[in-house]
T-cell receptor, first 114, second 112 residues
Framework: DQQVKQNSPSLSVQEGRISILNCDYT??????FLWYKKYPAEGPTFLIS?????DKNEDGRFTVFLNKSAKHLSLHIVPSQPGDSAVYFC?????????????FGKGTKLSVIP | DSGVTQTPKHLITATGQRVTLRCSPR?????VYWYQQSLDQGLQFLIQ???????AKGNILERFSAQQFPDLHSELNLSSLELGDSALYFC???????????FGSGTQLSVL
């Protein structure tokens, strides 16, 4: 039972355009959401996060939007660059003391075409 | 470079065998997590240790076990291996276990 779903396994975008990666979740107990980026032969690296008390968080070219009522979040990359080509994982965190146990989606492979 | 070191990078073994994966956390990090990424699956949480003690357990099979040593490195032991255990195993660490994780580059396990 996938509690965090990324329904698009892959996405291709032209350089300079906007990339929008989507994520849905089912567990209403999740209160913190993160995006990780993964290049081949490397581990995931933290990209951006958002608390459930916010609906938007921005960091440079990256913006994450959260719609709690729809249990949906999205990552916007503007403008997209070839170096952004990677697998992006959406992850969610349940409240709990002393543990940062993340539930991950299956990932979306983003290809930015020069 | 995240500062988390995993060895070996690749491991090829046969069904029924036992292997040990090793993880050295970032300097100063007390908590270690193990995740499994199977083909076409997201990262699945296996187990977390904090300062030598088990703190949280996820979808870890009984054939798998882990420990964290006094020097804070951790080992994940996989026994009676099956074809379905073939996966990428990631270790991650954090300072107290309750904040952002830093991942190693993983160990690719192939069971033939």
């Amino acid at each position: 039972d996938q509690q965090v779903k990324q329904n698009s396994p892959s996405l291709s975008v032209q350089e300079g355009r906007i990339s929008i990666l989507n994520c849905d979740y089912t567990n209403s107990m999740f209160d913190y959401f993160l995006w990780y980026k993964k290049y081949p032969a490397e581990g995931p690296t933290f990209l951006i996060s958002i608390s459930s008390i916010k609906d938007k968080n921005e960091d440079g070219r990256f913006t994450v939007f959260l719609n709690k009522s729809a249990k949906h979040l999205s990552l916007h990359i503007v403008p997209s660059q070839p170096g952004d080509s990677a697998v992006y994982f959406c992850a969610a965190l349940s409240p709990g003391a002393g543990s940062y146990q993340l539930t991950f989606g299956k990932g979306t492979k983003l290809s930015v075409i020069p | 470079d995240s500062g988390v070191t995993q060895t070996p990078k690749h491991l090829i073994t046969a069904t029924g065998q036992r292997v040990t994966l090793r993880c050295s956390p970032r300097s100063g990090d007390l908590s270690v997590y193990w995740y499994q990424q199977s083909l076409d699956q997201g990262l699945q949480f296996l187990i977390q240790y904090y300062n030598g003690e088990e703190r949280a357990k996820g979808n870890i099979l009984e054939r798998f076990s882990a420990q964290q040593f006094p020097d804070l490195h951790s080992e994940l032991n996989l026994s009676s291996l099956e074809l379905g255990d073939s996966a990428l195993y990631f270790c991650a660490s954090s300072v107290t276990g309750n904040e952002k994780l830093f991942f190693g580059s993983g160990t690719q396990l192939s069971v033939l």
